[in-house]
């Protein structure tokens, strides 16, 4: 399950061609909600992240409510509520009820709301911290208990070392929930990686960072609990660089049994920025990564005998009955990937995968459709935000 990035500071990407998208004509989270447009139409995202970067043109005391409006009516995914804090747990779950048409005890009964929680690493939950796991299993929604271990710096420097304190600060995290309401849905989180040394920067997408995601979904097997990891990167672009430190990522999460990626798209400079174009090329690897974890089919269809005498020996399989039949659907169909030779490939413009996943996320909010919502539920939730926005939002 792959989950929209969230980041806390800028939003938008800046390379490979005249059309690329720069921060100075992103419009804001509320206006545009161009990422909430990308993620309805994205098949390889499940739910959404709670918007890809902290909407700071809002007023801090109602950016959760505004954030979550948009992400409520923008896309009938599942979403992610602000669980810094009870007030804004409380407003999330309000929310929620309202669009599901339920009452808390019906929203308890089938969840529909999760939210993660950082440890304050080393081994400390802060108040609105805690609060949020309170307040979130109390109405028996998800959280994702997540301690912040970056080893050198919040962590020991040694792998084996800053894997025991997360797992120590995600076991006491979730034994609160329990406490709360026993049986309330949690999910382990694990986000050990290191640090640059030379810098003090936080590293994601490293070898180290890898084995922590693997060690990390053994750990949360042997607790019986699901997993939460993330497709990170530090790259400060989308380059070579951003691809193969999320490639490293995504095979860690893949063979690490992940089963909830947040981060999942559109990460880029160690989360301070998200990336449309990013949020393409991630889509890719995504999808990529469900194709190869599709079962391989072995039959007397799939051996292709027949292919095989009617092609016969010095032959090809283009235009044997077993190829016709299945060329359609055969194989992968890339998004972004561009397969043609050299020439052809620099006849249509020489682009490059950046400038080709410009212009898919360009097309995609063209083509964007609103989903279908009842107008009263609309009216209701407008008329809460409305309410809650007078009343002052959540006090700084």
């Not at 979550?68 to 009938?76: G, M, P, Q, V």
């Not at 796991?133 to 912040?148: D, K, L, Y």
């Not at 800053?162 to 709360?180: K, S």
């Not at 690490?256 to 920025?273: F, K, R, S, V």
Request: aromatic fraction near 8%.
């Amino acid at each position: 399950m792959a989950c929209s990035c969230e980041s806390p500071s800028k939003a938008a990407l800046a390379t490979g061609g005249n059309d690329i998208t720069s921060l100075d004509n992103w419009r804001g989270y509320k206006q545009d909600a161009v990422p909430e447009n990308w993620v309805q139409q994205d098949g390889a995202i499940h739910l959404t992240g709670g918007g890809p970067v902290a909407a700071t043109d809002m007023a801090v005391p109602i950016r959760h409510l505004e954030t979550l409006r948009a992400s409520l009516t923008l896309t009938d995914k599942v979403s992610y509520g602000s669980a810094f804090g009870a007030r804004r747990v409380n407003d999330a779950i309000d929310m929620t009820c309202i669009v599901r048409g339920v009452d808390r005890a019906g929203l308890a009964a089938s969840p529909g709301l999760i939210g993660n929680i950082n440890c304050n690493s080393p081994l400390r939950y802060d108040g609105p911290m805690t609060e949020g796991i309170i307040e979130m299993a109390r109405a028996g929604q998800a959280v994702a208990i997540t301690p912040f271990t970056l080893a050198g710096a919040m962590a020991p420097i040694t792998l084996a070392g800053a894997l025991t304190q997360q797992n120590a600060e995600a076991l006491i995290g979730i034994a609160l929930a329990q406490l709360v309401n026993p049986g309330a849905p949690v999910v382990y989180g694990g986000f050990t990686s290191n640090v640059d040394m030379k810098s003090g920067a936080p590293a994601f997408g490293t070898p180290e960072y890898a084995k922590s995601v693997l060690a990390g979904g053994q750990l949360a097997r042997r607790h019986g609990l699901p997993y939460r990891s993330s497709n990170v990167n530090a790259s400060n672009v989308v380059d070579a660089q951003a691809a193969y430190e999320s490639g490293m990522s995504l095979w860690a999460t893949v063979m690490g049994h992940c089963n909830l990626m947040l981060h999942g798209a559109g990460w880029l400079e160690g989360g301070l920025t998200a990336s449309f174009e990013k949020m393409i090329i991630d889509a890719e690897m995504l999808q990529m990564m469900a194709a190869f974890l599709e079962p391989l089919e072995v039959s007397d269809a799939t051996l292709g005998l027949d292919a095989m005498a009617e092609a016969g020996p010095g032959g090809h399989f283009f235009g044997t009955k077993h190829t016709l039949e299945r060329y359609e659907t055969a194989f992968y169909a890339p998004m972004v990937s561009d397969w043609r030779n050299y020439e052809t490939w620099e006849e249509h413009g020489s682009l490059s995968a950046t400038q080709r996943a410009n212009r898919i996320w360009k097309r995609m909010l063209k083509d964007y459709e609103l989903p279908a919502m009842d107008a009263a539920i609309r009216e209701e939730l407008d008329a809460f935000v409305a309410k809650r926005s007078e009343e002052g939002g959540v006090p700084i």
